[in-house]
């Protein structure tokens, strides 16, 4: 049974910082590449990064040099490491795989930055 269970959200004021972590389990993880979505109220889900199984990653253009990706394969734990974040960062954070073409999500996790 695949479980993607993230942790690591809460209020950041603005130019604050948050890693979120996201443990897999269920997935030969090293396998896959790994995805971090967000959705804020009312706004469709957006992808903001992803990281592959050999490590080439991607981002939107939105958090490009504030966030990074990492993964760690023996922790089957992909990270989103958040800086310099602004209120519009404000949003849930999922987690996501897909394993031959069924995709899987976390719970979820809610990031909101304000003063």
């Known amino acids: 049974q695949v479980q993607l269970v993230e942790s690591g959200g809460g209020l950041v004021q603005p130019g604050g910082s948050l890693r979120l972590s996201c443990a897999a389990s269920g997935i030969t993880f090293s396998f896959y590449t790994m995805s971090w979505y967000r959705q804020a109220p009312g706004e469709q889900r957006e992808l903001v990064a992803f990281?592959?199984?050999?490590?080439?990653?991607n981002y939107a253009d939105s958090v490009k040099g504030r966030f990074t990706i990492l993964r760690d394969n023996a922790k089957t734990t992909v990270y989103l490491q958040m800086n310099s974040l602004k209120p519009e960062d404000t949003a849930v954070y999922y987690c996501?795989?897909?394993?031959?073409?069924?995709?899987?999500w976390g719970q979820g996790t809610q990031v909101t930055v304000s003063s």
């Open positions: 990281i592959s199984s050999v490590a080439s990653i």
């Open positions: 996501h795989v897909n394993l031959n073409f069924k995709e899987y």
